[in-house]
């Protein structure tokens, strides 16, 4: 019950939001947002504890104010996502204005592959969209499988409807799929800054520990693609900015493991940047430090977060399981 309710939701909200103005639909969700935010969920809690990491000074009021503008970012991408398959290729077009696009455009012409790595920041769907509509540059990604199929199935069709391939996330089968697409000088995109398996690559991010996917350093090390960062944020007007940064290079010493442990560092650092620049567009709801997810004895753990709709993406995993 609690799945087809689920899937049901979603596709209300598809087929309800397209058919609103714009104006209705950015109020409509300005209110849901700051409705979420006074409840004062376990998913507004965690974003805000979340965010004392990444701010200075994170007073009580600092966070609270920043959590706010963090939930109304969140909506808009949710909002934005159930409208984008009615965008024209206009709309996709003028609606993202990144910086550094010469960086994957050099990429890609130079025929060695290029995986681009994202965090939770903004909406990269329409920055998807942007790609394959602007530089018409297809790519393939990753996605886990959710239940009920019916909503796997409705995400997929949707992704693929902005120009995606959208690979299951079953084992390390897509890790291969990824790596042929890459030798063949393709464009691979993953959500790539919350570990959702058990062996992702422990790195230093705010001067504490966490783990990261090593899925996007561990194709580049293998294929010899370029893996290009990405961060992604709003402003006040309808654009979403970016900025591709430059191409983290292989090391080119130690074992395989050790060169991607190496890029998966440097990879974090530029998605810290990013984040510090715009915290409330770092839509991080859940656990993700190792003391959050693994107190000591003594420490009271903290609620397991919940957010109130869940975000289907994909993180790549290290070795052989990037998602």
Not at 104 to 119: D, I, K, M, Q, Y
Not at 194 to 223: N, Q
């Amino acid at each position: 019950m609690r799945e087809r309710l689920t899937d049901g939701l979603y596709g209300l909200g598809w087929s309800t939001l397209k058919a609103l103005p714009d104006p209705v639909v950015t109020r409509l969700g300005q209110h849901a947002a700051d409705a979420v935010w006074r409840r004062r969920g376990a998913g507004v809690r965690q974003l805000e504890a979340n965010l004392a990491r990444v701010v200075p000074d994170p007073t009580a009021r600092r966070l609270a104010a920043l959590s706010r503008l963090g939930m109304r970012s969140y909506t808009r991408y949710w909002l934005e996502s159930f409208r984008l398959p009615t965008w024209g290729e206009d709309r996709i077009r003028d609606s993202f204005a990144p910086a550094g696009v010469h960086h994957l455009e050099e990429g890609l012409a130079s025929g060695r592959g290029v995986v681009v790595a994202l965090p939770h920041m903004a909406n990269y769907d329409l920055a998807g969209a942007w790609v394959a509509t602007k530089l018409g540059a297809p790519f393939t990604t990753v996605m886990e499988r959710l239940k009920p199929e019916s909503l796997y199935d409705r995400f997929v069709a949707y992704r693929e409807s902005l120009g995606m391939e959208v690979l299951p996330h079953t084992g390390g089968s897509a890790f291969g799929a990824l790596a042929r697409r890459l030798r063949a000088g393709g464009l691979v995109c993953l959500v790539a800054d919350r570990d959702l398996s058990a062996s992702g690559v422990e790195v230093t991010f705010f001067g504490e520990t966490t783990k990261m996917p090593g899925g996007p350093a561990s194709l580049a090390v293998r294929t010899g693609a370029l893996l290009l960062p990405v961060t992604l944020w709003y402003d006040r007007s309808p654009v979403m900015h970016g900025r591709l940064h430059p191409a983290i290079e292989d090391p080119g010493t130690g074992t395989r493991a050790e060169r991607t442990a190496v890029m998966t560092q440097r990879l974090a650092d530029v998605f810290a940047e990013g984040i510090a620049d715009h915290p409330y567009d770092w839509h991080m709801l859940q656990r993700l430090w190792l003391s959050d997810l693994d107190p000591r004895p003594d420490t009271p753990r903290p609620d397991t977060p919940r957010p109130d709709t869940p975000r289907p993406d994909n993180p790549g995993s290290p070795g052989t399981e990037p998602s």
